[in-house]
């Protein structure tokens, strides 16, 4: 068993279509079909049953992904820990966001003029991600939600969704929007190929509210254009609301309820994989944001 033939297994299951796993592996899809055959014939049991294009996990594939997923993030860990003692001190931070760009853009400034040597990689596109990768970020300006489970999370308040709507519509012009309003509204939802579904989506069901989901969309913008053909209505977090606000399509109201909000925090690096410099931005990156102090306390899930 190689551990190609483990990732090749939790790409598959992940994506459930062999197509879309081998163009994310960069690989032709026979080669991909061929190992994970080779990867079930040498366990001695099928992984997958088929359903049209669709892949779908049996029961032992089920039990093999959370072994595979184990063994994979052992393995990383080991090749991060290496790699930070042969390449020697690290002078290159990772980030993450999920809205709240400026925040972290200020951040990443005011720590800049203190370690001018310092590089920095801005990924915006978290929200994207069903399961971002633990060993990538140095820290995350994310929701409180199960998919950072494994990042280290202070609580940093929350931020409200707003509603966008096709700058055509009547609601557009009952600000704020009842929540009764939204009853039977099609809506679009983000989504993932791993059945995550985006908060929203969730506190309408807690709040016994039925809107008609028309459309699930895997990313932002995808999400913004079906709001501005006017196919649909959507929620949108008020730190990611900046390019519907510049589209003359789009109208942007708030909602009557304050619940329709989401817990933001930040997250790092378990400790003993953040490098010299990742320290010290993770106590700076505290301090300027205001959290971690005394009298608040970090949360952390354990794996």
Known sequence: ?????????????????????????????????????????ELGTPL??????????????RRFLESARAMLRDLDDTLLELGELSAGPVKRLSVGCCG???KVAACLAAFADTRPGVEF????????LEVPDINKYDMLLCPDDSRYEKFRGYPLGSERYLLALPAHHPLARREPVDLKALEGQPMVFLSSPGHWLE??????AGLNLHPATRCLVNDREGHRQVVAAGLAL????????????????????????????????????????LSPVGLEFQAFALDFF??????????????
């Open 1 to 41: 068993m190689q551990i190609a033939q483990i990732r090749y297994f939790v790409t598959a299951a992940q994506l459930q279509n062999l197509s879309k796993a081998a163009e994310a592996l960069h690989l032709s899809q026979p080669s991909l079909s061929r190992s994970i055959a080779r990867l079930e014939e």
């Open 48 to 61: 997958f049953t088929r359903s049209g294009k669709r892949i779908l996990l049996n029961e032992p594939g």
């Open 100 to 102: 709240g760009e400026e």
């Open 121 to 128: 990689q801005l990924d915006c596109r978290i929200e994207e």
């Open 199 to 204: 908060e929203p989506y969730y506190l309408c």
């Open 234 to 273: 959507g929620f949108v977090p008020e730190g990611a609301a900046a390019p519907y606000r510049a589209d003359s399509r789009i109208a942007l109201a708030r909602l009557a309820s304050g619940r329709f909000a989401r817990p933001l925090m930040l997250c790092f690096k378990r400790e003993k994989h």
């Open 290 to 303: 205001g959290v971690g102090k005394e009298g608040d306390h970090a949360h952390r899930h354990d794996p």
